[in-house]
């Protein structure tokens, strides 16, 4: 670190993680950092161009159109692209067609690292899909997720959460649907276990949502926060001696539904206190 700062050494380095959890922070404050984006389609276009005229691939044995597709398989990454034109060369000595092309591809494997950023970036876009009512996206994420090898219990759980934390009380029901949905992922498993996560996801992300219990927990906690030890009324404790009726624990309150104490609830000083807007 002394050296880094004084000029000494100077640190270059590449991570495929993000360096916000990888690097440790008197390091990170000292250090420029530089975010490589995944290349467009046209700059892997350009850069198997100039590996098939480097090899003397003509357009008659590499077409554009396999070009496009080496360019559209490889997810951004110029190396993947170029591993696929050479894999695709040593497939035949003729034309390399799409269908070659997608012989030396094979299956593309998720960019998704269940302890990394892309993990976090698509369970986050998922949940703001549902968030914002589009099922068509939550489904996509969703099957990214499974594809890539996710455990459904977790994207389950997520639900469980969702259907309380942005669903609330506009749509109680939903909280029951993604319990069940849990419940089914648990007894039945993968593959079929996806018929539930799909339909409770497009079910979640339909429904109307509301904030309304979100907003009353938070304040509930800061309030408990707040005034941890503020004293239960006496008219609301239990009172299961003589002597502690005698002291006025339960006094005037009534065992029928809907009863109101005159006093209410909340203990002295919160009297006008609603977490309900």
Avoid at 243 to 251: D, N, Q, V
Avoid at 252 to 273: I, V
């Amino acid at each position: 670190m002394p050296h880094v700062e004084s000029g000494l050494v100077t640190l270059i380095g590449a991570t495929t993680e993000n360096p916000s959890f990888e690097v440790i922070n008197p390091l990170l404050s000292r250090s420029r950092v530089i975010v490589l984006e995944p290349l467009s389609k046209t700059d892997v276009i350009t850069i198997v161009k100039r590996a098939a005229k480097r090899e003397k691939l003509t357009s008659k044995r590499l077409p554009k159109e396999s070009i496009s597709l080496i360019a559209e398989l490889s997810g951004g990454d110029a190396r993947i692209a170029l591993n696929t034109l050479e894999m695709a060369q040593q497939l035949t000595e003729g034309k390399i067609t799409t269908t070659v092309v997608e012989t030396a591809a094979q299956q593309r494997i998720a960019g998704y690292d269940k302890l990394g950023d892309n993990h976090y970036n698509i369970i986050s876009a998922f949940i703001k899909s549902l968030r914002g009512g589009s099922p068509t996206a939550a489904l996509y994420y969703m099957a990214r997720m499974l594809q890539a090898g996710e455990d459904p219990k977790f994207i389950a759980r997520r639900m469980v959460v969702f259907a309380s934390e942005d669903i609330g009380m506009a749509a109680p029901a939903a909280l029951n649907l993604a319990a069940s949905t849990f419940l089914a992922v648990e007894r039945i498993g993968l593959p079929e276990c996806q018929f539930n996560l799909f339909h409770c996801a497009t079910v979640l992300a339909r429904a109307p949502k509301s904030r309304e219990v979100t907003n009353a927990m938070k304040k509930a906690l800061i309030t408990a926060k707040q005034y941890p030890d503020l004293p239960v009324p006496l008219h609301l404790r239990n009172a299961p001696t003589e002597l502690m009726k005698e002291l006025g624990y339960g006094k005037d309150y009534q065992w029928q539904a809907g009863f109101k104490h005159g006093k209410g609830f909340l203990p002295p000083g919160l009297e006008n206190t609603d977490f309900f807007d």
